[in-house]
């Protein structure tokens, strides 16, 4: 073996355990215990403090709101879907209140008229239904069919 | 970002997809593949020359592999930039995975710089590398003293065997740099959902299209670097490599008619806007700069100078061209299969469109500054390792070629 095949090999063996050994310190020990990730980002995401509640514990307390609601056309809508996340509203009521948006604004998010939506999705001309008064005028949010507000 | 998205919406024609409207692949996704391209070239005009011993060509074989190294390190800038958090660049390596053809990029790269070009380069020059050891002196020295890594035998006997050994590296680094290239048009080629790129045919016109470029990029590097010298430019030299370009070009015209003859004869479905594309959206990049500025007028320009009517001072004057033309040609068809394939929306009824921004992030600067960066890189390979100096040990003539 000559002088220089040996030398040149040694560079390139050099180089890949260095590339293992920053390998071992970058690479984080938990990767691949589940799948291509980091494990560790599991357990790190659990303890996060949850942000959804959902609608059976809503109806602990807002009981005439979840009866209306499950019978009426926005039953498939979470209530969380309108109102935000309201996990701390649920164990704190009085401190942390839910969201309450009633715009016009508000329903066009999911009913104002756009060609990318399904067709048998109930939509309307935001310039002329209801003549500009707010939709909770007439509609009843938890239950649209209701009239006449809340 | 988002004033240009609403400008773009004012270009948008016909029904596309909303997250169509974005044209993620920008400029600099269609420069990887074109960087990528020209080394693949440059090394395979190199080992062709070498394998096949051709003689008349023997001036532009290292210089080939010095373009090839130069243009190899700025491959994965195009990416790098474009995906914007370099620090992360190297988990691709460190966790692949091996269901993924960019990570199998990453490998096929750093076995092509690190066993192929850098091992063929290390012992091609070896013998200068020790002649220049010991006589350079400063810093230049001291380089060229690390480069032998201490092993200064340059008898007879040991360079034979070191031409044997560049010659067992040549023959694995003929389809290595298929491999790297070819795989750039494998990750298009894959891409069921887009009849503009799905389709087997993919590597091979890239790798063609990449050879074309290749041989164009030191056939002008050679040119341009004899005037700069003051010498004498070899025209035998240059007429070969130019009937090289010749040929590869005849083989790339063909593969490109066959792909466009099977997309309008299976008529699939999308080729209604795909003959839109083509006849419309790129009009100006794909009939007129890619076919016909970009091969139609070279391929004219080298037949002429095959004819053997011309002077050598005119033939140099249409190889200049046709080497430029080319390599905007080349440009042009990476240009059109990106961002071709994105303005195409899924809905085959309706086109986006790419306004490409002057400055910031995946602009038309920032590709130009990659795309000079070899250049330089080049420039000084080739002062420290002149490729001009000695002729090779495979090539035995007396014949000085500078």
């Known amino acids: ?150 | 970002m988002s004033e240009i998205l609403w400008e773009v919406l004012n270009h948008i024609e016909g029904f596309i997809y909303p997250n169509e409207v974005e044209v993620n692949w920008s400029v600099l996704i269609a420069l990887y593949p074109y960087i990528t391209g020209l080394v693949a070239g440059a090394f395979i005009v190199a080992s062709l020359e070498r394998v096949f011993k051709v003689e008349a060509v023997k001036p532009t074989y290292r210089l080939a592999l010095l373009t090839a190294l130069a243009f190899l390190l700025a491959a994965p800038l195009p990416l790098v930039a474009h995906l914007g958090h370099p620090e992360r660049a190297l988990e691709i390596m460190f966790t692949p995975h091996l269901t993924s053809a960019m990570a199998g990029f990453g490998f096929v790269y750093a076995w092509y710089l690190l066993i192929v070009l850098l091992l063929e380069l290390g012992y091609d020059y070896r013998k200068d590398v020790v002649k220049w050891a010991q006589t350079a002196t400063g810093f230049r020295g001291f380089l060229y003293r690390i480069l032998t890594m201490g092993d200064y035998d340059i008898s007879e006997e040991t360079l034979k065997k070191d031409e044997k050994l560049v010659g067992i590296i040549t023959v694995i680094g003929l389809p290595s740099a298929a491999f790297l290239h070819g795989y750039v048009g494998f990750i298009f080629g894959s891409v069921k959902a887009n009849p503009w790129w799905s389709s087997p045919l993919m590597p091979i016109i890239f790798l063609f299209s990449a050879m074309v470029s290749g041989i164009a990029l030191v056939l002008l590097i050679y040119m341009a670097s004899t005037k700069l010298r003051g010498k004498e430019m070899d025209m035998e030299c240059v007429d070969t490599l130019a009937g090289y370009l010749l040929y590869t070009y005849i083989l790339d015209l063909g593969l490109e008619f066959m792909e466009i003859a099977h997309l309008l004869y299976t008529q699939e479905e999308g080729i209604d806007a795909i003959l839109i594309l083509i006849n419309d959206k790129l009009f100006v990049s794909f009939i007129i700069i890619q076919i016909f500025f970009g091969t139609l007028i070279p391929i004219t320009l080298l037949v002429l100078s095959k004819t053997g009517l011309f002077r050598a001072k005119v033939r140099k004057f249409f190889y200049i061209s046709a080497s430029l033309l080319t390599l905007i040609g080349v440009f042009a068809m990476r240009w059109n299969v990106v961002i071709g394939g994105q303005i195409l929306s899924k809905t085959f009824r309706g086109y986006g469109y790419y306004i490409m921004p002057l400055f910031g992030p995946e602009s038309l600067t920032l590709a130009l500054a990659i795309m000079v960066l070899p250049f330089i890189l080049l420039a000084i390979f080739v002062k420290l390792l002149p490729p001009w100096d000695e002729p090779p040990l495979w090539m035995k003539t007396e014949r000085r070629y500078d």
């Open chain 1, 1 to 150: 073996m000559r002088k220089i095949h040996i030398r040149v090999a040694m560079v390139y063996i050099t180089a890949a355990i260095l590339f293992l050994i920053i390998r071992s310190f970058v690479v984080p020990p938990t990767f691949g215990e589940y799948d291509w990730y980091r494990g560790d980002s599991v357990r790190e995401i659990m303890e996060l403090p949850p942000q959804h509640a959902n609608a059976t514990v809503c109806k602990d307390c807002h009981s005439e709101r979840y009866d209306l609601w499950s019978g009426g056309a926005h039953s498939t809508v979470s209530c969380e879907s309108c109102h935000g996340p309201s996990y701390s509203h649920t164990k704190d009521p009085i401190i942390v209140s839910a969201n309450v948006d009633n715009s016009r604004e508000f329903c066009g998010l999911c009913h104002a008229q756009n060609p990318s939506r399904p067709a048998d999705f109930p939509q309307i001309d935001m310039d002329t239904h209801g003549n500009g008064n707010l939709c909770v005028v007439c509609h009843n949010p938890h239950s649209p069919w209701v009239f006449g507000g809340e």
